[in-house]
């Protein structure tokens, strides 16, 4: 483990962490609440996706992070908070590591991604042993070796794009686990019919609480109407899971909404609101 110059010992990594379901291993980035070191309260802990992503913007795609300590430390009062635990995506499968990871389901074979080399259709389908890791490895050891509220009503699970359609799945399968999550801009396009029908048909005993978001101009730029394929997407979902007994969600459409780190900063504090009120 060693400290990053964001924060001294409230920012930590772990580089090699172990993914026994997936055969690999992965950096851990975690971020402590401001109190942690002064007190001996135990905390709620926030499991992200795309961890390069969430904390630092030299790290970050594109250049902007998420800025998750500034939201995170404003939110939260000094005497609460939240611990945040960054899981970076792999650079395995030529960079479509987080298309293997980020779906339980193989890419629909019939959606058609014009400019995309053909490899990105062998993507998705360890998206069940990805969650498996988090459940059942990583959680056990963030549990052991910090303060943790490890009980369900305590638990979240959150990210942007493929990371919220694996954070959607993830607190739809395992509610025994995870009560609330967070689902930025999910890319339901990546297997709109099998998603729809996993929301549609899941019964779910265990309440659980939602928030999720879509821009009405998130667009990849790959020559088709992305923008309206996002949008209709999560619009549908939303439809599903306001039927479904047991799921309580707040669904916000931000007109102008990029697909960007930096939409899914200004977002981070609307999802610990509803998340954490």
Same mark, same amino acid.
């Given at each position: 483990?060693? !400290?990053? *110059? ?9 580089? #090699?962490?172990?993914?026994?379901? /997936? ?11 401001? =109190? ?13 996706? #795309?961890?390069? =992503? /969430? ?33 970076? =995506?792999?650079? @395995? ?16 074979? +019939?959606?058609? *991604?014009?400019?995309?080399? @053909? ?12 969650? #498996?890791?988090?459940?059942?490895? /990583?959680?056990p050891y963030i549990d052991d070796n910090y303060r943790t509220l490890t009980d369900r009503d305590n638990t979240a699970i959150a990210g942007s794009s493929m990371g919220g359609f694996i954070s959607l799945y993830g607190v739809l399968q395992r509610p025994d686990v995870f009560s609330l999550a967070g689902v930025f801009s999910p890319a339901f396009w990546f297997n709109a019919p099998e998603m729809f029908n996993f929301v549609e048909s899941k019964q779910l005993h265990n309440p659980v609480k939602i928030y999720m978001d879509m821009g009405t101009q998130e667009s ?22 306001? =039927?479904?007994? !047991?799921?309580? *969600?707040?669904?916000?459409? +931000? ?19 509803? *998340?954490?009120?």
């Amino acid at each position: 483990m060693k !400290n990053s *110059l964001l924060d001294n010992s409230r920012y930590q990594i772990i580089e #090699d962490f172990h993914m026994p379901q /997936l055969g690999r291993k992965r950096t851990i980035r975690i971020y402590l609440p401001k =109190n942690y070191h002064n007190d001996s309260r135990s905390y709620p802990v926030i499991y992200m996706h #795309d961890g390069q =992503n /969430l904390f630092e913007s030299s790290l970050s795609f594109g250049g902007d992070s998420w800025e998750v300590p500034t939201s995170v430390d404003q939110f939260f009062a000094d005497d609460n908070g939240a611990i945040v635990v960054g899981i970076e =995506n792999g650079s @395995e499968f030529e960079g479509l590591c987080r298309m293997y990871e980020y779906s339980p389901w193989k890419i629909d074979p +019939d959606f058609v *991604l014009p400019d995309w080399p @053909e490899s990105v259709y062998q993507s998705g389908g360890e998206g069940q042993q990805y969650i #498996d890791f988090i459940t059942d490895s /990583l959680k056990p050891y963030i549990d052991d070796n910090y303060r943790t509220l490890t009980d369900r009503d305590n638990t979240a699970i959150a990210g942007s794009s493929m990371g919220g359609f694996i954070s959607l799945y993830g607190v739809l399968q395992r509610p025994d686990v995870f009560s609330l999550a967070g689902v930025f801009s999910p890319a339901f396009w990546f297997n709109a019919p099998e998603m729809f029908n996993f929301v549609e048909s899941k019964q779910l005993h265990n309440p659980v609480k939602i928030y999720m978001d879509m821009g009405t101009q998130e667009s990849s730029g790959r020559g088709i109407d992305f923008e309206k394929i996002y949008l209709d997407g999560s619009n549908k979902v939303s439809e599903l899971l306001r =039927n479904k007994a !047991n799921v309580a *969600l707040q669904y916000q459409v +931000d007109e102008g909404g990029l697909h960007t780190e930096s939409a899914w900063a200004k977002h981070y504090p609307n999802m610990l609101g509803y *998340l954490f009120d």
